[in-house]
Nanobody, 115 residues
Framework: QVQVVESGGGLVQAGGSLRLSCAAS????????MGWYRQAPGKEREMVAT???????NYADSVKGRFTISGDNAKHTIYLQMNSLKPEDTAVYYC?????????WGKGTLVTVSS
């Protein structure tokens, strides 16, 4: 099992930046894939970015070039650096850890981008 806790959300103006953190209860090298997902009001949850234990990353087209996912195993933490934020990035951002065959979700952190 693994627990994950997100932090770093908040209110930011369009064009601004935020960094989200996701702290895991065990080494991220033990975890197959970790990732960030988001859910805007009235919409389905969608993948934002993922990172494998080997460091391979994947991004949604809507955030490529603006968001960067990274990991720090010493801190058992992954990050999502979000730059050039847009109002359409407003959502609850969730961290997910896949420890096959199970997925473990955090409770989410709210990001609000004002125009």
């Amino acid at each position: 099992q693994v627990q994950v806790v997100e932090s770093g959300g908040g209110l930011v103006q369009a064009g601004g930046s935020l960094r989200l953190s996701c702290a895991a209860s065990r080494s991220i090298f033990d975890i197959n894939v970790m990732g960030w997902y988001r859910q805007a009001p009235g919409k389905e949850r969608e993948m934002v970015a993922t990172i494998t234990y080997g460091g391979r990353t994947n991004y949604a087209d809507s955030v490529k070039g603006r968001f960067t996912i990274s990991g720090d195993n010493a801190k058992h933490t992954i990050y999502l650096q979000m730059n050039s934020l847009k109002p359409e990035d407003t959502a609850v951002y969730y961290c997910k850890a896949r420890l096959s065959p199970m997925d473990y979700w955090g409770k989410g952190t709210l990001v609000t981008v004002s125009s």
